[in-house]
């Protein structure tokens, strides 16, 4: 009976120690036995919420959402310079199933960097990207390409809008010559332009395109618009005028009457 009594109180210590083991809710940093690192809210031994886990050998770190070990919602995944000894952003936004889906910003360098939708870690659906050497692409993207239809506007003030293919123009577009006031408009193959026509354009419409252009302004009906304002101002009279045009309605009545007087004439 001894024996069996021991035997619980060991079982129950095991018990106790097992469930303070266990990872659940938020928890101080864990280490594991490759220098990782993570800090942050557990559920059921799997990182799940809010955390920061450190890859030591890659040299990257993540702060945000977890689900079931996953990276999962807002989050912003970090990269080690070694030069400098700090971390930079690579990419901040949403993220699913441990992938970078949603919408989310890209950084590249200083300079380059993309801001919009993103599949599977690529860049896909509508976003603009700030290239290294000036240039700015806005438009459909698939597969970390641009593929559909944008804008591409070069640094030294031209223009290309239309259908794009694998990063390359392809299809029909538009080339505007910024310095040559001419555009070109036609088909593309593979970043050359095939067939198509070169014509003068105004000087007034070589500016950056707008993304989001206003409609030009116009009277459904200027005719009718112009004659109802020509006849309310036709009745719009000051009070000195109808003073004026009284008096003259007055003046002819007053000299037939002078004419009308009959003056005596003597024998």
């Not at 970090?78 to 936004?93: D, F, M």
Request: charged share 30%; with cysteine; glycine share 10%.
């Amino acid at each position: 009976m001894a024996l069996i009594g021991k035997l619980r109180i060991v079982k129950s210590r095991c018990e106790r120690m097992e469930k303070m083991a266990q990872r659940n809710g938020l928890r101080h940093t864990i280490r594991t036995l490759n220098g990782d690192t993570y800090t942050g809210e557990w559920k059921n031994h799997l990182r799940h919420g809010r955390g920061t886990q450190v890859w030591k050998k890659a040299g990257t770190m993540y702060e945000g959402e977890w689900k079931q070990d996953l990276r999962h919602g807002f989050g912003t995944l970090y990269k080690l310079q070694p030069s400098t000894e700090q971390y930079l952003k690579v990419y901040s936004g949403s993220w699913c199933n441990g992938k970078r889906e949603g919408l989310g910003k890209g950084f590249y360098s200083s300079r380059a960097c993309y801001e919009g939708e993103w599949v599977a870690n690529m860049r896909s659906g509508w976003g603009r990207m700030d290239f290294e050497n000036g240039d700015v692409y806005e438009g459909q993207w698939l597969r970390d390409k641009p593929h559909g239809q944008g804008v591409l506007l070069l640094k030294n003030g031209n223009w290309y809008e239309g259908s794009m293919k694998d990063g390359k123009k392809h299809g029909h577009g538009r080339y505007f010559y910024k310095d040559k006031c001419q555009v070109y408009e036609g088909i593309w193959v593979d970043d050359m332009p095939r067939c198509g026509t070169v014509s003068e354009c105004n000087s007034r419409n070589t500016h950056t395109p707008d993304p989001n252009p206003l409609p030009p302004l116009m009277l459904k009906d200027a005719q009718a618009v112009l004659k109802k304002a020509h006849n309310r101002f036709c009745f719009m009279e000051k009070p000195e005028q109808q003073t004026i045009k009284q008096k003259k309605a007055e003046k002819p009545d007053i000299e037939e009457e002078e004419s009308t007087v009959n003056i005596p004439v003597k024998d």
